[in-house]
């Protein structure tokens, strides 16, 4: 049996036992995640979702957290200008291994759901509760004055 997932804006075809490498993931080596929007499943009968399949779920264990290979971007201006820049970096990956593929019942497993860095953010960020106001403590003239005057 083999899903069609999406996840970090790219689609991957798994099947019991694949290791791939996705965009970076909130999580760390050993957790077990839930990826839920599964686009096909396939095997004896093929399944299309529209755009999802309902309870279907794909399991995954997290290896670790790396880095991709150096990508490096070179840019020269030509001619009388004799400008350079070279720019680069290292994408950051999460490397998983899908352990299971289910067709149904995969909303409840318990299993915590696959979720991307830039979505984890943003929830911790909405979920943060406000700092409230502390006020300070009057100062013991300012209180006294302002007892006396308003006497």
Not at 125 to 150: C, F, G, L, Q
């Amino acid at each position: 049996m083999f899903a069609v997932l999406k996840t970090g804006g790219k689609q991957y075809k798994v099947q019991t036992g694949d290791v791939l490498r996705l965009e970076k993931l909130a999580c760390v080596a050993g957790d077990k995640i839930q990826f839920n929007e599964i686009l096909m499943l396939g095997g004896d009968t093929l399944t299309i979702g529209a755009p999802f399949v309902a309870g279907a779920a794909v399991q995954a264990e997290v290896i670790d957290q790396i880095k991709g290979e150096k990508l490096i971007h070179y840019v020269k201006r030509r001619r009388k200008h004799s400008s350079q820049r070279t720019k680069g970096h290292r994408q950051q990956l999460t490397l998983v291994r899908v352990t299971d593929v289910l067709a149904a019942g995969g909303d409840k497993t318990g299993v915590a759901e696959a979720v991307g860095t830039q979505i984890a953010r943003r929830i911790a960020h909405n979920t943060a509760a406000a700092p409230a106001a502390v006020e300070a403590p009057a100062k013991p003239k300012r209180a006294a004055k302002a007892a006396v005057a308003s006497e």
